[in-house]
């Protein structure tokens, strides 16, 4: 049997803080903003370029890419399709697939792109895996461990990484499991969290595996959270701390966060 050894996430967070990575986000226009404050605060350069005919080209100069299905207008969904043939390693976060059919259908068209990181709540994963019919919009209604063997099927077809957002983030592929547990419940009350998270796996693909990328930025997002909470006074206040907790994060703060 062969065991596989990944970089600590503390590794892996000086590494993009020392590149740092370009990324590009093919993202809804809800969270664009918020998006890419998070990556300049993680340490990572952002580009929301997602015109077709550039699209493709821009991914082909970055070191990560991120797809996020939450406002599929036909120009994205054009940019989408270019940007993943453009062979950089790249995130897929399939926002409310299941009940919505556009969206549901380009995700199973980009699936055959082979991502590197599938990430998304729960009943995103189940209903991409066809073991659901999707959550409430872009609500989970199912828990992270409801959705292990939908997780673990959909790695085997793409042969990456899926995360599966919640209470207790759980991170699988072929033949590994990791859990991130923590955070702040707060991040579901600021639209952006969980789009940015995917961001942020896809500039940590720039400088490691999908698995470990994965794993690294969910345990980014629960310190940073944790530490915004403590600062804040509500969900306008903890938008702008947790910003301010992601670019004081240290790559010590990252050891233990993560278990099996």
Same mark, same amino acid.
């Given at each position: 049997?062969v065991?596989?050894?990944?970089?600590?996430?503390?590794t892996?967070?000086a590494?993009?803080?020392?590149?740092?990575?370009?990324?590009?986000?093919?993202t809804?226009?809800?969270?664009?903003?918020?998006?890419?404050?998070?990556l300049?605060?993680l $340490?990572?350069s952002?580009a929301?370029?997602?015109?077709?005919g550039e699209?493709?080209l821009?991914?082909?100069?970055?070191g990560?890419?991120?797809?996020n299905?939450g406002?599929?207008?036909?120009e994205?969904?054009?940019?989408?399709?270019e940007?993943?043939?453009?062979?950089?390693?790249?995130?897929?976060?399939?926002?409310?697939?299941?009940?919505l059919?556009? %969206?549901?259908?380009? *995700?199973?068209?980009?699936?055959?792109?082979?991502p590197a990181?599938v %990430?998304g709540?729960?009943?995103e994963? &189940?209903?991409?895996a066809?073991?659901?019919?999707?959550?409430r919009?872009?609500d989970?209604?199912d828990s992270? #461990?409801?959705?292990l063997?939908?997780?673990?099927?959909l790695?085997v077809?793409?042969?990456?990484?899926v995360?599966?957002?919640?209470?207790v983030?759980l991170?699988?592929?072929? !033949? %590994?499991?990791? %859990?991130?547990s923590?955070?702040?419940?707060? =991040?579901?009350?600021v639209?952006?969290?969980g789009?940015? =998270?995917?961001?942020a796996?896809?500039? =940590?693909? *720039?400088?490691?595996?999908?698995f470990?990328?994965?794993?690294?930025?969910?345990a980014?997002?629960?310190? *940073?959270? #944790?530490r915004a #909470?403590a600062a804040s006074? $509500?969900?306008?206040?903890f938008?702008v701390a947790? &910003? !301010?907790?992601l670019?004081?994060?240290?790559?010590?703060? =990252?050891?233990?966060?993560?278990?099996?």
């Amino acid at each position: 049997m062969v065991v596989r050894t990944s970089p600590s996430p503390s590794t892996v967070l000086a590494d993009l803080r020392d590149t740092p990575p370009l990324v590009q986000c093919i993202t809804n226009a809800v969270v664009t903003n918020f998006t890419a404050n998070a990556l300049l605060a993680l $340490g990572a350069s952002p580009a929301m370029c997602d015109i077709p005919g550039e699209a493709g080209l821009f991914a082909g100069i970055a070191g990560g890419v991120l797809v996020n299905l939450g406002t599929p207008t036909a120009e994205q969904r054009d940019a989408a399709r270019e940007a993943v043939a453009a062979g950089t390693p790249w995130v897929l976060d399939p926002v409310a697939v299941g009940a919505l059919p556009v %969206r549901t259908a380009l *995700a199973h068209e980009l699936l055959q792109a082979r991502p590197a990181i599938v %990430r998304g709540n729960a009943s995103e994963i &189940l209903a991409l895996a066809g073991a659901g019919a999707g959550g409430r919009g872009v609500d989970s209604t199912d828990s992270p #461990e409801a959705a292990l063997d939908a997780a673990r099927a959909l790695s085997v077809r793409t042969g990456g990484t899926v995360a599966v957002s919640g209470p207790v983030d759980l991170i699988v592929d072929a !033949d %590994r499991v990791a %859990r991130v547990s923590g955070g702040s419940v707060l =991040l579901t009350r600021v639209t952006g969290g969980g789009c940015a =998270l995917g961001a942020a796996m896809a500039a =940590l693909l *720039a400088v490691t595996d999908g698995f470990t990328a994965a794993t690294t930025a969910s345990a980014i997002w629960a310190v *940073a959270s #944790e530490r915004a #909470e403590a600062a804040s006074s $509500g969900p306008g206040s903890f938008a702008v701390a947790f &910003l !301010d907790a992601l670019a004081a994060i240290v790559p010590a703060d =990252l050891d233990g966060r993560v278990a099996a």
